[in-house]
């Protein structure tokens, strides 16, 4: 009678299944651990006290009236102000600016972008789309000297 041995198919079936496993396992501790310690050795975000105490910049209001609309927009942009349009007449590039809010020359903290409130008169066509608003967000304006709450 002849001796056959037997196979060891269903055994190496296992390991070649497992082995995949046990890697997934060790490479997600892996990444755990990583993260964990990167994330200790991460500085807490705090404001430096040299910084708190520093002065903020200080913007001077352009003198845009008598320009045109398009024209003054631009100076006004350039000066990292805001601006928007009030009144009866719309903010067409060939419209005049007669007045402006704050005054020329007003100085005002730098709060992003201060917004210019300009009043216009007709003049010329008004073609397109008015625009009535600065592209771009623009924020309060906070004289210098004057109070102001947090």
Do not use: C
């Not at 990167?38 to 975000?45: C, E, I, N, R, Y």
């Not at 398009?70 to 349009?85: L, P, Q, R």
């Not at 397109?128 to 004289?143: D, V």
Request: glycine letters at 10%; aromatic letters at 6%; zero cysteines.
């Amino acid at each position: 009678m002849a001796v056959v041995d037997a196979s060891d198919a269903p055994g190496v079936t296992r390991r070649i299944i497992t082995l995949p496993r046990l890697t997934a396992v060790a490479a997600a501790g892996l990444l755990v651990s990583a993260t964990i310690s990167l994330a200790a050795d991460k500085p807490t975000a705090m404001k430096p006290a040299a910084h708190a105490n520093a002065p903020q910049k200080v913007l001077i209001v352009p003198d845009v009236r008598q320009q045109m609309f398009v024209f003054a927009s631009g100076m006004i942009e350039d000066g990292g102000f805001g601006w928007k349009v009030r009144g009866s007449v719309q903010g067409y590039p060939s419209n005049m600016v007669v007045k402006q809010s704050p005054t020329p020359g007003t100085r005002v903290y730098d709060t992003g972008s201060p917004t210019i409130t300009l009043w216009l008169v007709r003049r010329g066509a008004e073609a397109g789309q008015p625009q009535n608003r600065s592209p771009y967000g623009a924020s309060i304006i906070r004289r210098v000297g004057h109070a102001h709450s947090k």
